[in-house]
């Protein structure tokens, strides 16, 4: 089985900055990518932002500018970094990873998600 764990939720004034990290940790065999989806109350989960093994990272127009994810291959780490915050981005950010289980084959696994509340 693979583990995401999750931290780095919280309450932040608007304009602050919060940072995301996601660890994996299990029967993986390789990532090809992570990335953060998030689902604000009464919508639907959306996409943030992504990254590949090869760095290559894309994001959501409403955070470009503003978020930036990176990833720690050596320790199966995806972080997202998350600059002048705004009310709109409340909501429960989830953790997903993308490629091979050494003991399923393919590999789709979600994290518990963490709570990000903009408020003043």
């Known amino acids: 089985q693979v583990q995401l764990v999750e931290s780095g939720g919280g309450l932040v004034q608007p304009g602050g900055s919060l940072r995301l990290s996601c660890a994996a940790s299990?029967?993986?065999?390789?990532?090809?990518?992570m990335g953060w989806y998030r689902q604000a109350p009464g919508k639907q989960r959306e996409s943030v932002a992504a990254?590949?093994?090869?760095?290559?990272?894309n994001y959501v127009d409403s955070v470009k500018g503003r978020f930036f994810i990176f990833r720690d291959n050596a320790k199966n780490t995806v972080y997202l970094q998350m600059n002048s915050l705004k009310p709109e981005d409340t909501g429960v950010y989830y953790c997903?990873?993308?490629?091979?289980?050494?003991?399923?084959?393919?590999?789709?696994?979600w994290g518990q998600g963490t709570l990000v509340t903009v408020s003043s």
């Open positions: 997903n990873v993308v490629g091979s289980s050494s003991v399923t084959g393919a590999l789709d696994a």
């Open positions: 299990g029967s993986i065999f390789s990532i090809y990518a």
């Open positions: 990254v590949t093994s090869g760095g290559r990272a």
